[in-house]
Each structure stands twice: as C-alpha cells, then as structure tokens.
C-alpha cells in the first residue's frame, strides 16, 4: 500500500508528520515515516474512533475520512 497521510500532535493541534502507510486494517495503521527507518502503530478502539499513538514522546492521532453513501445508491449496490 503506497498512501501517505497527515497525523496531527494532540498536546500540539498546528504541528502535523506526514507518514507512509504500510498497511491497515479496522483497529491498526501500520506506518512509516518517509526517507527513515522509522515505523510504528496508531490504534482505535471502534470504528467511530480516531486511530492514536505515540512516537518519540509525542501523541498523534489519525481521523480517517468517512466515505458518504447515498441511501438510494446503497440499496441499488452502488458506491
């Protein structure tokens, strides 16, 4: 998977670190941090909830942009 994605500091809300995901799934993103070594794991409790984790002493977060679904379209099978 080659997507890169902004995370945002809790503690600072104007500092971001834009990372590589490796991969995911419902309750982990597996990141990296681009042009380094550097990998680590965001987490979320549901579905609803933002992924978060630390890296080196700072709390960053990741809410994944929901995908809006016509009704009409949903039944009919279509995205």
């Given at each position: 998977m080659d997507k890169r994605i902004i995370l945002v500091d809790v503690d600072r809300p104007g500092e971001?670190?834009?990372v590589d995901l490796i991969t995911?799934?419902?309750t982990v993103l597996q990141l990296?941090?681009?042009?380094?070594?550097?990998?680590f794991r965001?987490?979320?409790r549901d579905r609803?909830?933002?992924y978060e984790g630390s890296l080196g002493g700072r709390y960053f977060c990741f809410i994944p942009p929901r995908v809006w679904v016509n009704k009409t379209d949903a039944r009919r099978g279509a995205k």
């Amino acid at each position: 998977m080659d997507k890169r994605i902004i995370l945002v500091d809790v503690d600072r809300p104007g500092e971001t670190l834009e990372v590589d995901l490796i991969t995911s799934d419902e309750t982990v993103l597996q990141l990296e941090v681009p042009n380094t070594n550097v990998q680590f794991r965001l987490f979320r409790r549901d579905r609803n909830a933002a992924y978060e984790g630390s890296l080196g002493g700072r709390y960053f977060c990741f809410i994944p942009p929901r995908v809006w679904v016509n009704k009409t379209d949903a039944r009919r099978g279509a995205k």
